[in-house]
């Protein structure tokens, strides 16, 4: 029996809407449909474990072919299959779970699994027709559903922890200790209270809170890399989230970008933080990890699926820059991981210097 939760299952479900509706429909940065654009579907490229499987649209016939096997569904089958599996996902309140219904379907057109083989970096790969440009491009997608709890863009880790100096300091070792001791409860559980700590440094005891650098070399050398100037952006960028009530990246870039800490020259409004960020989200979306050296080439994914709440799939791709871009900046927020796992928040002296950790996660809004 095949179970998974609804990110899992969303996949399946993409393939059936894709196949049903025999379009692909691209998105703007709110999440809707682009009025008057849309992709017609050759076909549909999926890996499995037993081989890679090719979905051809022929008219109102899907041609399924792979594995020494030919069959022929008619379109008609995938729309109704979508339409039950949708229902199903959205009902369903547990973790993981089954469907029988869909799961004998699926092995019917020999697809064994829910999730691609993880070996290949897109869930889905797609040739479309774009009448624009009369080209056939072949374009791979990770896959990203509404339908379940939302993922992450840029996963936590003490690779993402940007170290900051507490420069001028008047505290004592009993105010440090108190600082360090603010926590959030809920229930039973404690957890650091990091946006506390921060704003009494800054409110309180009037410090300045100063950029040293970032706790992990490769991802510094990674972000200089896409951008010079980029740890230090997204280091300021940390710092406002950590002092206020906002999340929202777009939002706080915003600010950032009005504050203009770094000094960018705004004589012909130059939009220097806003391009920076959209840059770094592109290429962590597109491969780049904090861990590993990165080269500025992209994985064989180009972009996402997205599914949304009623059920519609919209694609972003960097085969269309800007709205990948718009999608990513406007989706996006920052979130606090936990620093008792990633070692943050916490003053620390060395050398006589105190210091603190702050750490970067990021993830979509649902």
């Given at each position: 029996m ?5 990110g899992?299952?969303?996949?399946i479900?993409?393939l ?5 509706d025999?379009h ?10 682009i009025k008057?654009v ?12 037993n081989?890679?499987?090719e ?12 594995n020494?096997?030919?069959l022929?569904?008619?379109?008609q089958t995938?729309k ?6 949708l229902d199903?996902?959205k ?19 020999n ?16 040739v479309?027709?774009?009448?624009r ?5 072949i374009?791979g ?16 880790g003490?690779?993402?922890n940007f170290i ?11 105010e ?26 800054k409110?309180?005891?009037n ?5 040293l ?8 050398n ?5 951008d010079?100037k ?10 406002k989230?950590?002092s206020?009530?906002?999340a ?11 504050n ?8 012909n ?7 920076k960020v959209?840059?770094f989200?592109?290429?962590?979306s ?9 080269s ?5 994914t180009?972009?996402?699926l997205?599914?949304?709440?009623n059920?519609?799939?919209l694609c ?18 920052l ?7 990633h ?13 603190l ?8 809004i649902?």
């Open positions: 095949i179970t998974g939760n609804k899992e299952w969303s996949e479900y993409t059936f809407k894709l196949l049903g025999i692909l429909f691209p998105g703007n940065k709110q999440i809707e449909k008057d849309v992709f017609p579907i050759l076909k549909i490229f999926r890996t499995e474990n081989g890679l499987f979905y051809s649209i022929e008219d109102e016939i899907i041609v399924i072919s792979g020494d096997t030919i022929e569904i008619p379109v995938f109704e299959k979508a339409i039950f599996l199903i996902i009902q369903n309140k547990q973790t993981t779970f089954s469907v029988p219904e869909i799961e004998e379907f699926m092995h019917t057109i697809c064994l699994s829910l999730k691609a083989n993880s070996k290949v970096k897109s869930d889905i790969t797609i479309i027709h774009d009448q440009t009369n080209q056939q491009p374009l997608f990770s896959i990203k559903s509404q339908l379940g709890s939302p993922s992450t863009l840029l996963n936590a003490r690779t993402t900051y100096q507490i420069k001028d300091p008047n505290l004592s070792s009993i440090i200790d108190r600082i360090n001791s603010l926590v959030i409860v809920r229930g039973k559980k404690h957890s650091a209270d990091i946006k506390a700590r921060v704003k009494e440094l409110d309180r005891y410090c300045q809170i100063s950029f650098k970032t706790e992990n070399s490769i991802f510094s990674n972000l200089r890399l896409i010079s980029l740890p230090e952006i997204l280091a300021e960028i940390l710092l989230y950590n206020s009530d906002t929202k990246l777009s939002s706080i870039v915003e600010t950032v970008a009005a203009n800490p770094l000094n960018f020259d705004g004589t409004h130059h939009p220097f933080y806003h391009y959209k840059r989200l592109t290429d962590t597109l491969g780049m990890m904090p861990s590993k050296v990165w500025g080439k992209f994985e064989a180009g972009g996402y997205v599914v949304k709440d059920g519609d799939v972003y791709h960097v085969y269309n820059r800007n709205e990948f871009e718009d999608y990513l900046f406007h989706n996006t927020k979130e606090t991981a936990s620093s008792s796992r070692k943050f928040g916490e003053i620390y002296k060395e050398n006589g210097n105190l210091f950790k702050l750490n970067l996660q990021i993830r979509f649902k």
